[in-house]
């Protein structure tokens, strides 16, 4: 299950990538908002990234006007590792390097299809572990306890 959430200059772009996950059979679970009326992205990306830490859905895909505010609110929520994308590259490298488990875009950055294909990669892109996992796991003690080691 995958968690979606927009705001209100988000919104059409995310509605593109609903209709991509309908295409591939994908499932998802809209978290807001659901009209054009001017809103607050933390709000919907809170939603969206609770759903994505309580395990509810396995991961989320964000879209805001740059991916960028509503990346950073994603990110403020403890476990969350969302990268904002405008290339299907970073959106590969961050799932197999940074096991990123949301991604954001920006519907004033990146156009409808070239979104689709930075879903579909970081949908393909598979955790590497390894010597990423020391890193991913140094992030992980930064969030809980501010620094690294003793
Ligand atoms: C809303 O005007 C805009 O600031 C928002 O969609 C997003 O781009 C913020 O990062």
Redesign the pocket.
Same mark, same amino acid.
Request: glycine fraction near 30%.
């Given at each position: 299950m995958i968690a979606l959430g927009s705001?209100?200059?988000?919104i059409e772009l995310k509605r593109v990538i609903m209709q991509y996950l309908e295409e591939k059979g994908l499932a998802y679970k809209d978290f807001g908002t659901f009209d054009t009326e +001017?809103c607050n992205?933390p709000e919907y990306a809170l939603k969206a990234a609770n759903a994505v830490v309580s395990g509810e859905c396995d991961k989320g895909i964000l879209c805001?006007?740059?991916?960028?505010?509503?990346s950073?609110a994603a990110n403020k929520v403890k476990g969350i590792r969302c990268v904002v994308c405008s290339e299907p590259y970073s959106a590969l490298l961050s799932r197999q390097h940074n096991n990123t488990n949301m991604l954001a875009m920006?519907? +004033?950055v990146v156009g409808g299809d070239l979104a689709k294909m930075i879903v579909e990669q970081w949908l393909t892109g598979v955790y590497e572990g390894g010597r990423h996992q020391v890193r991913v796991d140094q992030m992980k003690e930064i969030e809980e306890t501010g620094k690294i080691g003793k």
């Open positions: 705001d209100h200059v988000g +001017r992205y805001c006007g740059t991916g960028i505010g509503i950073i920006g519907s +004033r």
